[in-house]
Protein backbone atom coordinates (compact mmCIF):
# COMPACT_ATOMS: atom_id res chain seq x y z
CA UNK A 1 0.00 0.00 0.00
CA UNK A 2 1.13 3.67 -0.29
CA UNK A 3 0.28 6.89 1.77
CA UNK A 4 0.15 9.69 0.44
CA UNK A 5 0.01 13.04 2.06
CA UNK A 6 -0.80 16.41 1.06
CA UNK A 7 0.41 20.05 3.03
CA UNK A 8 0.31 23.50 1.99
CA UNK A 9 -3.35 24.59 0.99
CA UNK A 10 -5.03 27.70 2.06
CA UNK A 11 -7.09 30.99 1.91
CA UNK A 12 -4.92 33.66 -0.14
CA UNK A 13 -5.78 37.00 -1.78
CA UNK A 14 -5.73 36.76 -5.75
CA UNK A 15 -2.20 37.32 -6.88
CA UNK A 16 -0.70 35.38 -3.92
CA UNK A 17 1.08 32.33 -4.36
CA UNK A 18 1.13 29.28 -2.50
CA UNK A 19 3.32 25.85 -2.50
CA UNK A 20 1.53 22.76 -2.15
CA UNK A 21 3.61 19.38 -1.31
CA UNK A 22 2.60 15.34 -1.13
CA UNK A 23 5.15 13.06 0.02
CA UNK A 24 4.31 9.16 -0.64
CA UNK A 25 5.24 6.74 1.85
CA UNK A 26 4.79 3.06 2.16
CA UNK A 27 6.53 -0.27 1.10
CA UNK A 28 8.85 -1.30 -1.92
CA UNK A 29 7.40 1.04 -4.44
CA UNK A 30 8.82 2.58 -7.47
CA UNK A 31 6.74 6.25 -8.70
CA UNK A 32 6.51 6.50 -12.14
CA UNK A 33 4.31 9.40 -12.77
CA UNK A 34 3.65 11.76 -10.30
CA UNK A 35 1.24 15.42 -10.05
CA UNK A 36 -1.89 17.43 -9.15
CA UNK A 37 -5.48 17.00 -10.41
CA UNK A 38 -7.86 19.82 -8.97
CA UNK A 39 -11.87 20.00 -8.43
CA UNK A 40 -13.69 23.12 -8.14
CA UNK A 41 -17.32 22.93 -6.78
CA UNK A 42 -19.64 21.81 -9.43
CA UNK A 43 -17.24 20.56 -11.85
CA UNK A 44 -15.39 17.64 -12.67
CA UNK A 45 -11.88 17.10 -11.89
CA UNK A 46 -9.35 18.25 -14.05
CA UNK A 47 -5.68 17.68 -14.52
CA UNK A 48 -3.52 20.68 -13.06
CA UNK A 49 0.50 19.09 -13.85
CA UNK A 50 2.07 16.12 -13.96
CA UNK A 51 5.92 15.08 -13.81
CA UNK A 52 7.48 11.70 -14.82
CA UNK A 53 10.03 10.13 -13.14
CA UNK A 54 12.59 11.60 -15.59
CA UNK A 55 11.22 15.19 -14.94
CA UNK A 56 9.10 15.65 -18.08
CA UNK A 57 6.54 18.02 -17.09
CA UNK A 58 2.60 18.43 -18.49
CA UNK A 59 0.63 20.91 -17.74
CA UNK A 60 -3.28 22.30 -17.99
CA UNK A 61 -3.10 25.16 -21.04
CA UNK A 62 -4.83 27.40 -18.79
CA UNK A 63 -2.05 27.50 -16.12
CA UNK A 64 1.20 27.84 -18.26
CA UNK A 65 3.42 30.27 -16.82
CA UNK A 66 1.83 30.82 -13.39
CA UNK A 67 2.31 26.94 -11.62
CA UNK A 68 5.11 24.44 -11.73
CA UNK A 69 5.45 21.63 -10.57
CA UNK A 70 8.12 19.32 -9.54
CA UNK A 71 9.48 16.49 -7.69
CA UNK A 72 12.06 15.13 -5.55
CA UNK A 73 12.51 11.16 -6.24
CA UNK A 74 14.50 10.53 -2.55
CA UNK A 75 11.64 11.88 -0.45
CA UNK A 76 9.43 10.36 -3.06
CA UNK A 77 7.51 14.33 -3.34
CA UNK A 78 5.80 16.50 -5.65
CA UNK A 79 5.22 19.83 -5.57
CA UNK A 80 2.88 22.26 -6.75
CA UNK A 81 4.31 26.02 -7.00
CA UNK A 82 1.30 28.32 -7.80
CA UNK A 83 1.66 32.23 -8.39
CA UNK A 84 -0.45 34.70 -9.63
CA UNK A 85 -3.14 33.09 -8.38
CA UNK A 86 -6.76 33.94 -9.45
CA UNK A 87 -10.58 33.34 -7.75
CA UNK A 88 -11.17 30.32 -10.48
CA UNK A 89 -8.09 28.46 -8.85
CA UNK A 90 -10.38 28.04 -6.22
CA UNK A 91 -10.61 24.05 -5.80
CA UNK A 92 -10.06 20.95 -4.16
CA UNK A 93 -6.41 20.40 -4.97
CA UNK A 94 -5.69 16.30 -5.33
CA UNK A 95 -2.26 14.73 -5.69
CA UNK A 96 -1.31 11.21 -7.29
CA UNK A 97 1.17 8.51 -8.20
CA UNK A 98 1.29 6.16 -10.67
CA UNK A 99 3.05 3.16 -9.19
CA UNK A 100 3.59 0.22 -12.23
CA UNK A 101 2.07 -3.20 -11.78
CA UNK A 102 0.12 -1.16 -8.58
CA UNK A 103 -1.86 1.06 -10.09
CA UNK A 104 -2.49 5.29 -9.23
CA UNK A 105 -2.98 6.84 -5.54
CA UNK A 106 -4.12 9.50 -4.47
CA UNK A 107 -3.34 11.97 -1.56
CA UNK A 108 -6.82 13.02 0.88
CA UNK A 109 -6.68 16.61 -1.21
CA UNK A 110 -5.92 19.96 0.06
CA UNK A 111 -8.52 22.98 -0.15
CA UNK A 112 -7.21 25.71 -2.22
CA UNK A 113 -8.95 29.31 -1.44
CA UNK A 114 -8.41 32.56 -3.31
CA UNK A 115 -10.36 35.87 -2.50
CA UNK A 116 -10.64 38.37 -5.35
Known amino acids: QVQLVESGGGLVQAGGSLRLSCAAS????????MGWYRQAPGKQRELVAS???????NYADTLKGRFTISRDNAKNGVYLQMSSLKPEDTALYYC??????????WGQGSQVTVSS
Open 96 to 105: YVDVPRRGTY
Open 26 to 33: GSAFIINS
Open 51 to 57: ITSGGNT
